[in-house]
């Protein structure tokens, strides 16, 4: 492994805004702070939003700025990338935001239902594995079971085959279609409809002319 990964390895050890449980532990039973993360982690009630796939966590930390009465959590396999939210977060001591390097698919042993809002930004399409997809059926139930009654699933994507393929899961699972354009900049009122948050991942589509589709969805109550 690169010397530069394994120091930031050894560095995401020493934060205390970064999470790393074992598989082999989520295996045997649910995480310690599941159904009460707000309460155990940020010593509030505040609500829970969930950034998975956060890579850099650049989205989950511009959320965490804009929003200090709200708690976020940046979700990603990565530790190499991950360090570099915590790294900022660490720096600049902000409370209301931590990263769990975990893969996504262990999230319902992790969480419970107490999630506000999920964030998917920029998730590799995967056009020949639907299975893979972070909004297929597989990954939609597990969601559900994480989020509240009324909770929301916001997907930015430069992939309209994604966000397409999206809106069909959500209709087989019932969801409301809160918002839905394939082409963000378009609107006027977007900053209303989702942050002004561009992540290095949308800089660089939009530089390459790509339209930014965006997505959100609502659970109608308790799944
Ligand atoms: C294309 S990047 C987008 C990163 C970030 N959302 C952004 O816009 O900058 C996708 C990220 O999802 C993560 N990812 C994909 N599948 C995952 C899984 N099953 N569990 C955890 N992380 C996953 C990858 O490690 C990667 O960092």
Same mark, same amino acid.
């Given at each position: 492994?690169?010397?530069?990964?394994?120091l930031?390895? +050894?560095?995401?050890?020493? !934060?205390?805004?970064?999470?790393?449980?074992?598989?082999y /532990?989520? $295996?045997?039973? #649910?995480?310690?702070?599941?159904?009460?993360?707000?309460?155990?982690?940020?010593g509030?009630?505040?609500?829970?939003?969930?950034?998975?796939?956060?890579?850099?966590g650049?989205?989950?930390?511009?959320l965490?700025?804009?929003?200090?009465?709200?708690?976020?959590?940046?979700?990603?396999?990565?530790?190499?990338?991950?360090?570099?939210?915590?790294?900022?977060?660490?720096?600049?001591?902000?409370?209301?935001?931590?990263?769990?390097r975990?893969r996504?698919?262990?999230?319902?042993?992790?969480?419970?239902?107490?999630?506000? +809002?999920?964030?998917?930004? !920029?998730?590799?399409p995967?056009?020949?594995?639907?299975? /893979?997809? $972070?909004?297929? #059926?597989?990954?939609?139930?597990?969601?559900?079971?994480?989020?509240?009654?009324?909770?929301?699933?916001?997907?930015?994507?430069?992939?309209?085959?994604?966000c397409?393929?999206?809106?069909?899961?959500?209709?087989?699972?019932?969801?409301?279609?809160?918002?839905?354009?394939?082409?963000?900049?378009?609107?006027?009122?977007?900053?209303?409809?989702?942050?002004?948050?561009?992540?290095?991942y949308?800089k660089?589509?939009?530089?390459?002319?790509?339209?930014?589709?965006?997505l959100?969805?609502?659970?109608?109550?308790?799944?």
């Amino acid at each position: 492994m690169a010397r530069k990964k394994l120091l930031r390895f +050894e560095e995401n050890d020493g !934060f205390s805004s970064v999470l790393q449980p074992s598989p082999y /532990k989520l $295996l045997e039973g #649910p995480h310690p702070y599941r159904g009460k993360w707000s309460e155990t982690h940020f010593g509030n009630l505040n609500p829970l939003v969930l950034e998975l796939g956060c890579g850099r966590g650049e989205y989950a930390v511009g959320l965490a700025l804009a929003s200090k009465d709200k708690n976020f959590i940046g979700v990603d396999i990565k530790g190499s990338r991950l360090y570099h939210g915590a790294k900022f977060v660490e720096e600049n001591s902000l409370p209301n935001i931590c990263f769990v390097r975990t893969r996504i698919d262990y999230i319902a042993q992790i969480f419970d239902n107490e999630i506000n +809002e999920i964030w998917l930004t !920029f998730p590799d399409p995967r056009p020949e594995r639907k299975r /893979k997809r $972070l909004t297929s #059926p597989i990954f939609m139930e597990r969601y559900l079971k994480i989020l509240k009654g009324h909770g929301l699933l916001h997907l930015k994507t430069d992939s309209k085959p994604l966000c397409d393929y999206t809106l069909e899961v959500a209709q087989e699972f019932g969801l409301e279609v809160l918002h839905h354009t394939d082409d963000l900049y378009s609107l006027e009122n977007r900053d209303e409809i989702c942050p002004p948050i561009q992540t290095a991942y949308e800089k660089r589509y939009l530089a390459e002319g790509r339209k930014i589709n965006f997505l959100t969805l609502k659970v109608k109550n308790n799944f």
